[in-house]
């Protein structure tokens, strides 16, 4: 079994080599990565995203129709970030080197979709680090002590993927708001939904415990794929990781934009510690 498996019940908080001291959320790292959070979650709210944004916010209330608010969601993200008027935000197709311009943040979910290692995958990651403090551990290789190669590698990834960008972060932050904006009003008297992930090996994980034989207390990577149909999840992995994840940590779910990402069934899970269920196929 995994030698960086710890034995006592009272070190299931999110270590201290996965978060930073500092982000940008309402509640630290150490507290919104810990498994008391995925077991009593509260809402997350990312600084000022909120109160910058209130106006779409307000517009959306009245709106009963889900498809109908992603459409107005879409048309804010357009005008506000300038996405069909590139030459506004600065952008010029004459100029040669890297044309970046239409790495938006629906480009970066489907880059994400395509290739979880990729250079969007990179900026997702980068993002929760800084947003929430939770450092990524993963990106085409483990990124602890040790694995300085791999590390380096992620950051040359993730400014690959920033380069050039129109404020890239900042779309993601108003993602996240109106990903939490919609499971508020679409699941309002629901605090989890059960996920499933399929993996190879479970001691690719750091297991924090094993309170029971199927029951593992693991730290994911700061950001994950998860699927809501088991038969799904087990066509990545022999192993399957089944989760409550708290709806306050994603960041997209099937549907939440239906007519820019059809046909994609993926949950994004911002990571941290988390008590899984493990079963063999």
Not at 38 to 59: C, K, M, N, W
Not at 258 to 274: D, F, R, S, W
Request: proline share 5%; glycine share 8%.
């Amino acid at each position: 079994m995994d030698e960086n498996r710890q034995q006592t019940t009272t070190s299931a908080s999110l270590p201290a080599h996965a978060r930073l001291p500092i982000n940008h959320c309402n509640l630290p790292s150490v507290i919104l990565g810990s498994l008391t959070f995925q077991h009593h979650p509260t809402p997350l709210r990312l600084d000022g995203v909120e109160q910058l944004h209130a106006a779409l916010f307000e517009s959306l209330d009245p709106v009963a129709d889900a498809d109908t608010r992603a459409g107005h969601f879409m048309d804010y993200m357009r005008s506000g970030f300038l996405l069909d008027n590139l030459d506004e935000a600065g952008f010029d197709e004459q100029k040669r080197g890297i044309k970046r311009g239409k790495a938006d943040y629906l480009r970066t979910l489907r880059g994400w979709l395509f290739d979880a290692d990729g250079k969007e995958a990179a900026v997702l990651k980068s993002w929760v680090e800084s947003r929430f403090g939770l450092l990524p551990l993963n990106h085409r290789g483990p990124l602890g002590v040790g694995a300085e190669d791999n590390y380096h590698a992620y950051l040359s990834a993730r400014a690959k993927g920033l380069y050039n960008t129109n404020a890239l972060e900042s779309q993601l932050d108003l993602l996240y708001s109106y990903c939490q904006y919609e499971v508020t009003r679409q699941y309002p008297s629901e605090h989890h939904v059960t996920l499933y992930r399929g993996i190879n090996r479970i001691d690719e994980h750091e297991i924090l415990h094993q309170p029971a034989k199927d029951v593992y207390i693991l730290t994911l990577n700061n950001i994950n794929s998860f699927s809501s149909n088991r038969e799904r999840a087990d066509e990545f992995g022999d192993y399957i990781l089944e989760v409550k994840i708290p709806l306050t940590k994603l960041l997209y779910f099937p549907g939440l934009l239906p007519n820019a990402l059809k046909g994609e069934e993926e949950y994004l899970v911002i990571g941290g510690v988390y008590e899984v269920k493990v079963s063999l196929l």
